[in-house]
């Protein structure tokens, strides 16, 4: 069973920036599209970002411009860029996993078959 690991969270301040790692391991990411998905205190846990097995991307538009979802199929690993940073953008992380290759992704957090404990990402100003 494939298992993922979120690293790189941390606090920073309004304006800063942040490079959040998921470590995949028991299968090969590349067979599968992979998500970042966050959770804020007192909301529902929403889609920020997804990438498809052949490179396809979507963005929630609250983060889109700012955020980059990117993999390393090599090191098994999926990275999320996170640019001018909000206090809004304070939320736990989350990487998630669906099995399948094909050209698109979603945000619908139903379809992820795997997720990792979460990163805390805290935005001061």
């Known amino acids: 069973q494939v298992q993922l690991v979120e690293s790189g969270g941390g606090s920073v301040q309004s304006g800063g920036s942040l490079k959040l790692s998921c470590a995949v391991s028991g299968d090969t990411m590349g067979s599968y599209s992979m998500g970042w998905f966050r959770q804020a205190p007192g909301k529902e846990r929403e889609g920020v970002a997804c990438?498809?097995?052949?490179?396809?991307?979507n963005y929630a538009d609250s983060v889109k411009g700012r955020f980059t979802i990117s993999r390393d199929n090599a090191k098994n690993t999926l990275y999320l860029e996170v640019n001018s940073l909000q206090a809004e953008d304070t939320a736990m992380y989350y990487c998630?996993?669906?099995?399948?290759?094909?050209?698109?992704?979603?945000?619908?957090?139903?379809?992820?078959?795997?997720w990792g404990q979460g990163a805390q990402v805290t935005v001061s100003s």
């Open positions: 998630a996993a669906r099995r399948g290759r094909g050209a698109y992704c979603t945000l619908f957090q139903t379809a992820y078959n795997s």
């Open positions: 990438i498809s097995s052949a490179g396809g991307t």
